[in-house]
C-alpha cells in the first residue's frame, strides 16, 4: 500500500507536552493519567479513520477497515484498565467539578 499519512503539524509538540505531563506524575496518578491518554488517543485515531472511509482508494478502505476493530479493541482494554485505576482528577470531571479519588468520586467533605 502506498499510502504516506502526514502527522499533523503540532503533533510533535503535543506529544512532548504529553510526556511532560506524565513524566511528573507518579505511582496512581501517573496510571490514571497514562490510562486516560491512551483512551483519549485511541477515540481520536478512530474517528479519524471513520471520517477518511469514505476515500475512494479501495486499499485505503480495507486498511482502515482492518484496522478499526484492532483500535476499538485497545479502547475497550484501555476502558477496562480505566475502571481498574480510576479516573484522571485533572483531566476529566476533576478539573470543573472539584478534586476526585481514584473512584472517580468526591472525597468526602466535598
Known amino acids: 500500500l502506498e499510502v504516506t499519512p502526514a502527522p499533523p503539524p503540532d503533533?510533535?509538540?503535543?506529544?512532548?507536552?504529553?510526556l511532560d505531563q506524565l513524566s511528573a506524575k507518579k505511582g496512581a496518578d501517573f496510571d490514571r493519567?497514562?490510562?486516560?491518554?491512551?483512551?483519549?488517543?485511541h477515540q481520536q485515531n478512530i474517528e479519524a479513520l471513520k471520517a477518511a472511509r469514505t476515500s475512494a482508494d479501495p486499499k485505503v478502505q480495507?486498511?482502515?477497515d482492518s484496522t478499526l476493530p484492532v483500535l476499538e479493541k485497545h479502547l475497550a482494554a484501555a476502558k477496562a484498565a480505566q475502571k481498574k485505576v480510576g479516573t484522571a482528577p485533572a483531566e476529566k470531571a476533576g478539573a470543573a467539578g472539584g478534586e476526585m479519588t481514584g473512584t472517580g468520586r468526591k472525597p468526602a467533605g466535598s
Do not use: G, N, S
Open 11 to 18: 503533533a510533535a509538540a503535543k506529544q512532548m507536552t504529553a
Open 33 to 41: 493519567a497514562f490510562v486516560q491518554m491512551q483512551i483519549d488517543d
Open 62 to 64: 480495507a486498511l482502515i
